[in-house]
């Protein structure tokens, strides 16, 4: 178990912070629960995060938090990124150029 992990040769993130991941055919948001990793394979467990609102043109997009968590491979992450948390409780994200 750890706090931090990397995903990437030149990406690591923490506990509680917020990340980009690869789903199916295109990428999802959540919250980072904890890193593990099982017989030799990186893992991170994530709760998950669900789209209300994307707009690519200003590289923001707006999600719905849940008190569901997964496993995922620790290299499905796609980036960590800066977000706020929004009145509503929702949260908004920028979103790095590979992701609008």
């Given at each position: 178990?750890?706090?931090?992990?990397?995903?990437?040769?030149?990406?690591?993130?923490?506990?509680?912070?917020?990340?980009?991941?690869?789903?199916?055919?295109?990428?999802?948001?959540?919250?980072?629960?904890?890193?593990?990793?099982?017989?030799?394979v990186p893992l991170s467990i994530i709760t998950k995060f669900s789209i209300?609102?994307?707009?690519?043109?200003?590289?923001?997009?707006?999600?719905?938090?849940?008190?569901?968590?997964?496993?995922?491979?620790?290299e499905d992450i796609l980036d960590t990124v800066t977000y706020t948390v929004?009145?509503?409780?929702?949260?908004?994200?920028?979103?790095?150029?590979?992701?609008?």
């Amino acid at each position: 178990v750890a706090k931090e992990s990397r995903f990437n040769c030149f990406g690591t993130c923490l506990v509680n912070d917020i990340v980009l991941f690869k789903e199916g055919e295109s990428f999802r948001a959540g919250r980072v629960e904890v890193h593990c990793e099982a017989e030799g394979v990186p893992l991170s467990i994530i709760t998950k995060f669900s789209i209300v609102a994307h707009d690519a043109q200003k590289a923001y997009a707006v999600w719905q938090p849940s008190d569901i968590a997964e496993i995922i491979a620790t290299e499905d992450i796609l980036d960590t990124v800066t977000y706020t948390v929004l009145p509503d409780g929702n949260i908004g994200t920028l979103l790095p150029v590979d992701c609008r």
